[in-house]
């Protein structure tokens, strides 16, 4: 095993972070932006993997149009200053096959609110959350998806797959579970089937 604990550093200071405030306005206008009916959330990543939502459908879906993509550069979590990491957005070009989790009817602003405060935490990522089409076997709809279409200061675009196998998790995670989970980004997920 290769693992080495090291304390999280904390925010840097270099990023505007989101307060209470700025999570319930962006959550308010992403509700507003969304389809009337269920409130489905697209997943490709660790959203699969590790869901910590509660959903009552999941189907196989496809984003076409992006890809996925180790492109996130990561000095905290998955990553040091000393030994800097990548995390998996999705890039503009080509499909995406993933999952998508309907969530149970209810406030659609607290449920994505729950689901801003996991996925981001500074202003300067706000513009990666968005809604975005998707096909599945029943047909098309949106979904809302996180890390999509990064741009500027923390991206390193267009790296090859295998560089994020290397790269992703060298901190705090052992190096069979750094080489499954690259495996895993590279195949769609198992437990998820067409009807």
Not at 14 to 39: H, I, K, V
Not at 122 to 138: L, Y
Not at 145 to 156: D, K, L
Request: hydrophobic share 35%; glycine share 8%; with cysteine.
């Amino acid at each position: 095993m290769c693992h080495r604990e090291e304390l999280d550093p904390s925010p840097s200071g270099d990023w505007t972070q989101l307060n209470d405030d700025d999570f319930r306005a962006l959550a308010s206008r992403l509700s507003d932006e969304a389809d009337e009916g269920p409130l489905w959330v697209f997943a490709y990543g660790s959203l699969i993997w590790k869901p910590a939502l509660e959903s009552i459908e999941q189907r196989r879906a496809s984003a076409y149009g992006w890809h996925r993509s180790f492109c996130l550069d990561m000095v905290r979590w998955r990553g040091s200053a000393a030994q800097p990491g990548l995390m998996m957005a999705l890039e503009r070009g080509g499909r995406c096959d993933g999952v998508i989790y309907r969530l149970p009817d209810g406030e659609k602003p607290a449920q994505i609110e729950r689901l801003l405060r996991r996925e981001i935490d500074e202003d300067e990522s706000v513009s990666s959350v968005r809604w975005v089409p998707v096909r599945t076997a029943q047909g098309s709809l949106r979904a809302l998806s996180f890390w999509i279409g990064v741009t500027g200061r923390g991206t390193s675009l267009r790296q090859p797959l295998e560089r994020g196998g290397k790269d992703t998790g060298t901190r705090m995670r052992p190096c069979r579970f750094r080489r499954r989970i690259s495996l895993q980004h590279r195949q769609p997920p198992r437990n998820i089937r067409h009807p």
